[in-house]
Nanobody, 127 residues
Framework: EVQLVESGGGLVQAGGSLTLSCAAS????????IGWFRQAPGKEREFVGG????????FYSNSVKGRFTVSRDNAKNTVYLQMNSLKPEDTAVYYC????????????????????WGQGTQVTVSS
């Protein structure tokens, strides 16, 4: 059974930092690209950032580029989302997702490319 479990969410003041973790089990982790998405109330789920499996290339949405960093530790089957300079508009439920497809810049942000999803973790940024 494939499981993705996010952790690390919470309440933080604007300008602060949080690091989210996505722990995976039931997959050959090195072969999977992991994406981070978020969904704010009343809005569609949107791509935040992602990292490919073998090469570890990273991709980011324009809204978080320069503030967020995605990294992975294949030995721990875990992907991280380091979030700095947080803004109130970053408030959302954050999800990680996994796919064995080889994704490129134009596809890594597409929800339909991912096979497995976690349950999400809430991030709230106060002003």
């Amino acid at each position: 059974e494939v499981q993705l479990v996010e952790s690390g969410g919470g309440l933080v003041q604007a300008g602060g930092s949080l690091t989210l973790s996505c722990a995976a089990s039931g997959i050959t982790f090195d072969d999977y690209a992991i994406g981070w998405f978020r969904q704010a109330p009343g809005k569609e789920r949107e791509f935040v950032g992602g990292i490919r499996g073998t090469l570890g290339n990273t991709f980011y949405s324009n809204s978080v580029k320069g503030r967020f960093t995605v990294s992975r530790d294949n030995a721990k089957n875990t992907v991280y989302l380091q979030m700095n300079s947080l803004k109130p508009e970053d408030t959302a439920v954050y999800y990680c997702a996994a796919t064995s497809r080889t994704l490129i810049a134009s596809t890594i942000g597409q929800r339909g490319e991912y096979d497995y999803w976690g349950q999400g973790t809430q991030v709230t940024v106060s002003s």
